[in-house]
């Protein structure tokens, strides 16, 4: 063990967890490339944990940052007027396609959903809410709460009514094997059901995941989204897309995830790679919404000038460089380089959306979900240079979401990475 982990042992929590037999330290990073204490460098093919949407070291990140700290004001408090954070409001109402919309900054998805649920609750005046099984949403009590995945889910006890809906682990026994529309279908009469037996009238929202980050990139078939909108316009129910692992492009086809379901959500919520690194959420919702919270509200350091002038940056590089187009554009150089994949025995199914991927490693003699596989995977994907994510509902699933800003070639050498490692566990598994 190294002096770290062993001190990292020590003194940090059993729960968290860490990537690879031996972990690594990484300590530096340059474009979509990062190195380790013992000189190693890897592609990153998870962006960090989907928060480096632009890589390492973008100069115009770092430019930003440097600018705004060499003002001397680091933090002058949400009770003052900041530039930066109304300049980044702005830009995410309008990008949002929410009207009226309004913003307001966190420093974490698990706030950022904290605050729609609040808006969602407050204005409907219930604590019931529908969220998805297999779904992550943060590690308050309340996103807890709303959290569908056993893995992530430390307490039983809540402040909201959650019902949990069907839709997006489709290897659910009563819905497995159906075709898209049949699937679409058994999912809103599902919703009907719920709502007809199981709540009572006054519903505040559904949260969802347009493609479900932690629970291995689960992905709804589209349409899924705007069907369900439907059955939940007719009872004034809120919808709350978290985008926290699925906007500003990353999906390719729409610039937020639930873009692909036609659907303009009542609320938005983000985190992750809006920073590139530094901490920022925050929530885009109906001005309605937002002005509807009557009593004071501050977050202290959510909204501060530092990660405000690294979202601004990150934000219009996104923008300026048009990376949405990029992930549509590069998407299936991955993809269909990986799709053969799932001839292997040791593979269940391989999926993609944008710059999202996912590789479902299964036991080869029985088909069941395999852990051990994809860890098998990490490793074998590490010693060619390559990190890459892992998770789902079962923790057999292979996980891959780059940098926004991968080139081709890029791309080319982690699926051929990728092949070629599972292709290697393959073999062993037999
Ligand atoms: N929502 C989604 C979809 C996530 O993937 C995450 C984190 O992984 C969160 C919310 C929580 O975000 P944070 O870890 O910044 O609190």
Redesign the pocket.
């Known amino acids: 063990m190294s002096e770290l982990l062993a001190r990292h042992r020590a003194v940090m929590p059993s729960w968290l967890s860490l990537y690879y037999d031996a972990p690594i330290e990484i300590t530096g990073g340059k474009g979509v490339r990062v190195t380790d204490a013992d000189g190693n460098t890897y592609l990153d093919f998870f962006a960090g944990?989907?928060t480096n949407m632009l890589g390492y070291d973008v100069a115009e990140v770092r430019e930003a940052v440097e600018r705004q700290i060499a003002t001397g004001v680091v933090h002058t408090s949400t009770l003052y007027l900041l530039r930066g954070q109304v300049e980044l409001a702005e830009k995410i109402a309008r990008l949002s396609g929410i009207p009226d919309a309004k913003v307001f900054f966190t420093?974490?998805?698990?706030?950022?959903?904290e605050t729609a649920l609040l808006l969602a609750t407050q204005a409907r005046g219930t604590d019931q809410v529908l969220a998805m099984r297999n779904?992550?949403?943060?590690?308050?009590y309340g996103?807890i709460a709303v959290t569908g995945n056993r893995g992530w889910k430390n307490s039983a006890l809540s402040p909201l009514n959650v019902h949990y809906l069907h839709g997006t682990d489709r290897d659910t026994p009563a819905f497995r094997g159906m075709g898209d529309a049949e699937y679409i279908e058994a999912c809103v009469a599902d919703l009907r059901d719920v709502l007809a037996t199981a709540t009572a009238p006054d519903v505040a929202c559904l949260i969802a995941?347009p493609v479900?980050?932690?629970g291995g990139f689960a992905m709804a078939p589209d349409g899924l989204y705007a069907a369900y909108k439907e059955v939940l316009d007719e009872q004034g129910i809120l919808f709350i897309s978290?985008?926290?692992?699925?906007g500003w492009g990353r999906t390719g086809s729409s610039f937020w995830g639930i873009g692909n379901h036609g659907v303009v959500p009542d609320a938005i919520?983000f985190?992750?790679g809006l920073g590139n690194g530094f901490?920022v959420?925050g929530v885009v919702a109906r001005g309605d919404l937002m002005d509807g919270l009557t009593a004071n509200g501050v977050s202290t350091f959510g909204g501060n000038p530092v990660s405000m002038a690294a979202a601004n940056a990150t934000l219009d590089y996104v923008l300026d460089h048009d990376l949405q187009a990029s992930a549509a554009r590069l998407g299936p150089v991955v993809l269909d380089g990986l799709r053969p994949l799932a001839d292997l025995a040791s593979v269940g199914a391989v999926r993609g959306k944008g710059l999202m991927f996912a590789v479902e490693m299964a036991d080869p003699a029985t088909g069941a979900p395999s852990p051990a596989l994809a860890g098998a995977v990490l490793e074998a994907t590490r010693s060619r240079g390559l990190l890459i994510g892992k998770g789902g509902l079962r923790g057999n699933v292979l996980r891959m979401a780059p940098p926004l800003t991968i080139t081709e070639a890029d791309a080319r050498e982690a699926r051929d990475i990728l092949v070629d490692a599972i292709t290697e566990v393959d073999t062993a598994a037999a």
């Open positions: 944990i989907v420093n974490s998805g698990t706030e950022a959903n779904s992550y949403h943060g590690r308050s996103t995941e479900q980050g932690v978290d985008e926290v692992q699925t919520t985190a992750k901490a959420g």
